[in-house]
């Protein structure tokens, strides 16, 4: 049989350990003979799960005893109105600051206009995506609610490698992080934020849970028409459990929190997501068949987009891909060509493989 890779960019390949546990706890989790989907979120098993599950992520990240963890719904997406929603009421006609680096940021300067005055400090438009703007070049305001940025591109491949400081420009200012793309695949310092959020199902598990990370003296500012269910202070306030939270999305997130534990935890990874990025672009720098043409030193440890030269054999690439067990590695719709995603859960022989064949079919192309 085939070994499948799945290099989908979301919702993405989850460790198999973690789904063979599930399967294993699937119609009775530890004893209690229920699935965890048929727990009340307020039951002694459920709490036990989601307790652990925030202890898990706090000890990953070495998350500061002032913020906050908290687990909603709505999507990356969503919080790109609940962020605004949450945080304009500090300072309601103070601009928010945006650095536009690809799809996702473009979609959350959008958003944001619905609720503030939007200062776009930074575009990388101009070079089509390939680089982060420069900092020296970032038209900051001297009073920004917040800065926004998305630190790694899932569409454009484009990830920041440095944390910016920005507190000194705008008489400091939160930095607001979409992370939904590559948290936990690399060591943080959490302190450098406000807020950190991001969907699960890239890095963490299940679509359907959102994760938040917030500084608590930025709860409690909320608009009047920010709703209650995402009133980050209700939240917080509530455990999470103001309503009821994606319960099974939650468990598996867990499960995925303590296999990242084992894996000797977030530095280890770092490591890993290191030596299989740097596999994948060694090769594509080594040849003239493919390419990637994003700026070396922004390139996404987790997402590579990449261009067969000759984009005619597009179609044959991604069918011979698939019949060797090689799943999901068509470019998103706005970028064209291709895209591994090589989160967490991708292991470095996954991404052996995926090199493997990118050289023999170019080897049978040219
Ligand atoms: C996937 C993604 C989103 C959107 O997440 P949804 O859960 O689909 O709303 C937002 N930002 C980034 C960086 C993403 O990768």
Redesign the pocket.
């Known amino acids: 049989m085939t070994t499948i890779y799945n290099f989908s960019a ?1 919702p993405a390949v989850l460790p198999k350990e973690v789904l063979q546990q599930a399967a294993a706890e699937m119609l009775d989790w530890h004893g209690s003979g229920m699935s965890v989907m048929e727990m009340s979120h307020r039951g002694a098993e459920f709490m036990s799960i989601m307790d652990a599950a925030q202890r898990d992520l706090r000890d990953l990240l070495a998350i500061p005893e002032n913020y906050k963890i908290l687990f909603l719904q709505g ?4 919080e790109n109105a609940i962020v605004p929603m949450n945080l304009m009421g500090r300072r309601p006609d103070a601009p928010v600051d945006f650095i536009h680096t690809g799809s ?1 940021s473009g979609k959350s300067i959008k958003e944001a206009q619905k609720y503030a005055t939007v200062n776009v400090a930074a575009s990388a438009a101009s070079n089509g995506f390939t680089a982060i703007p420069a900092r020296e070049s970032w038209q900051l305001s001297k009073d920004a609610a917040y800065v926004h940025l ?1 630190t ?3 569409i454009d491949g484009v990830e920041y490698h440095f944390v910016p400081d920005v507190a000194e420009q705008t008489g400091g200012a939160p930095i607001v992080a ?1 992370m ?2 590559h948290i936990l695949s690399r060591v943080i310092d959490v302190s450098a934020y406000g807020v950190i959020f991001g ?1 699960a ?2 890095n963490i598990g299940p ?1 359907g849970l ?1 994760l938040v990370i917030v500084r608590e003296d930025l709860l409690g500012h909320a608009l009047p028409v920010c709703p209650s269910a995402f009133d980050w202070k209700i939240v917080a306030d509530n455990g999470s459990m103001y309503n009821t939270p994606p319960t099974y999305a939650i468990y598996i997130a867990g499960l995925v929190f303590q296999w990242l534990k084992r894996q000797g935890g977030v530095a280890a990874m770092e490591a890993q997501n290191i030596a299989k990025a740097s596999l994948l672009y060694d090769y594509l720098d080594s040849t003239d068949f493919y390419e990637n043409r994003v700026a070396k030193e922004c390139r996404s440890r987790m997402n590579v987009p990449f261009f067969l030269k000759d984009e005619s054999l597009n179609a044959e690439f991604l069918a011979s891909a698939k019949a060797q067990g090689l799943l999901q590695l068509k470019g998103h719709k706005s970028v064209g060509g291709m895209r591994a995603s090589i989160y967490n859960a991708m292991p470095l022989a996954g991404v052996q493989a995926l090199v493997h064949f990118m050289r023999e079919f170019a080897s049978t192309h040219s």
């Open positions: 979301g999507g990356g997406l969503g996702w998305c790694n591109e899932t979409d939904s793309s969907g199902q890239k679509a959102t």
